[in-house]
């Protein structure tokens, strides 16, 4: 259905039908996929400006249409980017796409379990967890019920990850939305294979917690340091980037302290 909003040629006659009945509930939604990925591409700039060579792109769906190996690599030629799927479709078409090219690699992993995928052999030989990473989880954390525990997820990436590693996160929300509306949208997902959970302004910080977050902080997705390709439009969504400035020791007594990730 992504793929579809994004104007893509890799999709289903089912996701097409699905997608076409929340676009007319929501008419901005392809706008809103194409600013979540102009958001990919001013993060993942800002975050290789800042130095980090290190990219773990996590519920990487198909690496088309401007990819983080092709932003960061024009800032520096030598950056490293895995692209994490659990979907074994959109792990063999993004393997194709990136046979032999340099500094990339595609692993099937699940986001709600982060010690096997930091353990992945392919993502061992491709990135060296000593030195900053970026974790990027764009659009990804919707399709993760909080009875899985997404926060615990991400603090455990975040201690695996050393001082100055960043998480980029964009994050659908229905905050602002008339509850009608909202309902009928969301309808249309729990008959999918993946359905959606979008969260509040609050909520979506959370994921924050033990990361620095850089200015403007955790914005609607338009917000977050504009250039010119970024439109003001409705993205329903929030997007933000953190950055690790603590030992992961650290982070577990504050943990420990406050009872909370
Ligand atoms: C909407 S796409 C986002 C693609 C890309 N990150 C972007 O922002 O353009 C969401 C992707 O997350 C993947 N995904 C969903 N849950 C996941 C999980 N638990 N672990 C890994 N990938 C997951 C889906 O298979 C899909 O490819």
Redesign the pocket.
């Known amino acids: 259905m992504?793929d579809y909003f994004l104007g893509g040629s890799h999709n289903f006659a089912a996701d097409r039908a699905a997608a076409d009945r929340v676009l007319e509930i929501f008419p901005e939604t392809g706008v809103a996929a194409q600013t979540?990925?102009h958001f990919?591409r001013r993060a993942v700039r800002y975050a290789a400006e800042q130095g980090v060579r290190q990219f773990l792109?996590?519920?990487?769906?198909l690496p088309t249409q401007g990819t983080v190996h092709e932003v960061v690599q024009t800032v520096a030629p030598e950056a490293r980017v895995v692209y994490?799927?659990?979907?074994e479709v959109?792990v063999s078409y993004a393997g194709q796409l990136l046979a032999g090219v340099p500094g990339t690699a595609v692993v099937q992993?699940?986001?709600?379990r982060p010690d096997e995928l930091l353990a992945h052999p392919d993502v061992r030989a491709t990135l060296d967890l000593d030195r900053p990473v970026a974790v990027?989880l764009?659009?990804?954390l919707h399709?993760?019920p909080d009875d899985d525990d997404p926060w615990a997820a991400i603090a455990r990436l975040r201690d695996a990850t050393v001082p100055g590693s960043h998480l980029v996160l964009?994050h659908l929300t229905l905050d602002g939305i008339p509850p009608e509306l909202a309902e009928r949208g969301q309808a249309v997902y729990r008959n999918s294979t993946?359905p959606l959970v979008p969260r509040t302004h609050a909520e979506t910080l959370r994921f924050f917690a033990g990361y620095d977050l850089v200015e403007p902080g955790l914005v609607e997705t338009t917000r977050w340091r504009p250039d010119d390709e970024a439109k003001a439009v409705d993205s329903h969504g929030y997007a933000g980037v953190g950055v690790v400035s603590r030992p992961a020791a650290d982070n577990r007594r504050i943990t420990a302290a406050c009872g909370t990730a």
């Open positions: 992504y979540n990925r990919l792109d996590i519920g990487a769906g994490v799927d659990y979907d959109a992993g699940d986001l709600r990027l764009l659009a990804v399709f993760v964009s993946a």
